[in-house]
């Protein structure tokens, strides 16, 4: 078992859809988790982050977790041609530094 | 600088030659790391830095992978030997301390390509 999971892909929505991605993680140890976007091409850059039970919400993006079930997802509201991108689950692995494990990534691609 | 660069930013090499990879971070941040990224695959840790050492190199895949970083800033990566399975986009992040539940803010990579 990998210790951070993604569904691979592609998920594609139509415009102004929600588009939902999912991660699971295998240490309950963990503490903090994030989520990347990155265009074909390009370096990962930071959408969100998540440290507590629950939702949180930044503008059309929301994360929600759940530590007791290791789940962890981004919501995209009113999806956008824009967002079609790979979106990569990141996890702290917990003890010592922050170090953060990946997942594969999820390619979205949402369609006009 | 604004943000974490890395030079070159395309590399193309023959088998056997050795690589060199530069990092310079966000001015200021202490935790550095190197990740390796091959095709369609997710990020690959390699090596963490606090200050100029390097409590975590667990992420290297051979004794022919190395890293340093010198005046708490710059860090280069070295392949010797290079293989046609190192080609991949190698990434550098840093971070402000290391410690707690930092973002990690990433540099645009350095694509290698190992004929």
């Known amino acids: 078992q990998k210790e951070v999971e993604q569904n691979s892909g592609p998920l594609s929505v139509p415009e102004g859809a929600i588009a939902s991605l999912n991660c699971t993680y295998s240490d309950r140890g963990s503490q903090s988790f994030f989520w990347y976007r990155q265009y074909s091409g390009k370096s990962p850059e930071l959408i969100m982050f998540?440290?507590?039970?629950g939702d949180k919400e930044d503008g059309r993006f929301t994360a929600q977790l759940n530590k007791a079930s290791q789940y962890v997802s981004l919501l995209i509201r009113d999806s956008q041609p824009s967002d079609s991108a790979t979106y990569l689950c990141a996890v702290n692995r917990p003890g010592g530094y922050n170090k953060l494990i990946f997942g594969a990534g999820t390619r979205l691609a949402v369609h006009p | 600088g604004a943000g974490v660069s890395q030079s070159p930013s395309n590399k193309v090499t023959e088998k056997g030659k050795d690589v060199e990879l530069r990092c310079d971070p966000i001015s200021g941040h202490t935790a550095l790391y190197w990740y390796r990224q091959s095709l369609g695959q997710g990020l690959e840790f390699l090596i963490y830095f606090q200050g100029n050492s390097a409590p975590d190199k667990s992420g290297l895949p051979s004794d022919r992978f190395s890293a340093e970083r010198t005046g708490g800033s710059v860090s280069t990566l070295t392949i010797q030997r290079t293989q046609q399975e190192d080609s991949a986009v190698y990434l550098c992040?840093?971070?402000?301390?290391?410690?707690?539940?930092?973002?990690?803010?990433f540099g645009p990579g350095t694509r290698l390509l190992v004929l």
């Open positions: 998540i440290y507590s039970n």
């Open positions: 992040a840093s971070s402000t301390t290391g410690l707690g539940q930092e973002t990690q803010y």
